[in-house]
């Protein structure tokens, strides 16, 4: 689970049994799933979930994020009138194992939608120092053909379990095409949920998977041909992004951004960036730079920006999912040297 900072549980108990025990008296009946125009009440848990329900609900829908603009999603810890508007929902879409409060909240919810948006694609694990691929479907070493096939059986035992396992990487809205596949998924379910509208629902998820196979392409081709595959980051959410298009990278203290890496770790890196022709350290904008300078520092790199987009605030570059992700290729293009 790639978790940066998990909530300690006593300090979420209380705000979720707070909200749950004002609500416990409260009918959620469907006539509390749509708002007063008769459109879809969504929950959605952080910006890459909220993106999707309001690009597909379109004008059918009212989408209330439970994160708010500069919160850190895996900090967040929900007060009881957003307990209370969890519960109002006609159809909640987050990600389990990103947000511990949010998890708690939505298993405690009678909810009739709830859409976990890691059981709408494979979940992978990665080595988070350096981006190596340890999915389902590689062999265990020393392992016999048997205990291989066990692993695959389980492997393919169904989405529901992978989050579950330890090292899964929920970071899949940083990849276009398993971002794809998940609207998909969020597409159908709005149509289950709101049958009246399931063709506005058809075309405006097929209008998305368009738009992210055309940023798919733009990645692929931008970062075809350069003169390093290897990046070097804070926070290592860009795994699937990495093992998509042919990259390496290489976490500076794993999947949290803000801890101090160990020397070992740095003189590590700093052998990685000499052998690769690394010329760029990022950071992140919802967390310290002071690391990622450090390293550039003692390496003689540059610093910049890769946005995992967990949420949009005035410090993003760009408005919107597109408009971030298309930044983000051209700050990796600048910094791999792609030509």
């Not at 708010?68 to 159809?91: C, I, M, W, Y």
């Not at 809205?173 to 998940?182: N, Q």
Request: with cysteine; charged share 25%; glycine share 8%.
């Amino acid at each position: 689970m790639n978790v940066r900072r998990l909530i300690p549980t006593a300090a979420t108990a209380g705000a979720v049994t707070l909200g749950l025990l004002a609500l416990s008296a409260c009918s959620t009946s469907d006539a509390a799933s749509v708002d007063g125009d008769g459109r879809l009440k969504v929950s959605a848990s952080f910006y890459p979930m909220q993106y999707l329900a309001e690009q597909i609900g379109g004008a059918n829908v009212t989408v209330t994020p439970l994160t708010k603009p500069g919160v850190e999603p895996h900090d967040l810890e929900l007060k009881p009138r957003q307990t209370a508007e969890l519960n109002d929902s006609g159809l909640i879409l987050y990600l389990k194992g990103v947000q511990p409060a949010v998890d708690k909240a939505i298993e405690q919810s009678d909810v009739k939608y709830k859409v976990d948006a890691a059981t709408l694609t494979q979940l992978e694990h990665f080595d988070t120092a350096g981006g190596h691929d340890h999915g389902h479907e590689e062999g265990h070493e020393g392992e016999t053909e048997a205990e291989h096939e066990e692993h695959a059986a389980e492997g393919e035992a169904g989405h529901e379990e992978h989050q579950d396992e330890a090292g899964a990487d929920p970071h899949i809205w940083l990849d276009p095409v398993k971002y794809a596949e998940v609207a998909k998924g969020v597409g159908a379910q709005m149509e289950k949920a709101d049958p009246d509208h399931a063709a506005d629902y058809r075309k405006n998820t097929d209008a998305l998977v368009a738009k992210l196979t055309a940023l798919h392409t733009d990645f692929e081709q931008g970062l075809k041909n350069s003169s390093t595959k290897t990046f070097i980051t804070t926070h290592s959410a860009f795994g699937y992004l990495a093992e998509r298009y042919g990259l390496e990278q290489e976490g500076i203290a794993g999947v949290d951004p803000e801890s101090e890496p160990s020397p070992a770790r740095i003189k590590e890196l700093q052998g990685i960036a000499k052998k690769d022709k690394v010329t760029t350290v990022f950071f992140e904008t919802l967390a310290s730079d002071k690391t990622a300078k450090t390293l550039a520092s003692d390496t003689g790199l540059r610093t910049d920006v890769l946005d995992p987009l967990e949420g949009i605030t005035d410090r993003s570059k760009g408005d919107d999912y597109i408009e971030v992700m298309r930044a983000n290729l051209a700050a990796l293009q600048k910094a791999l040297g792609a030509k």
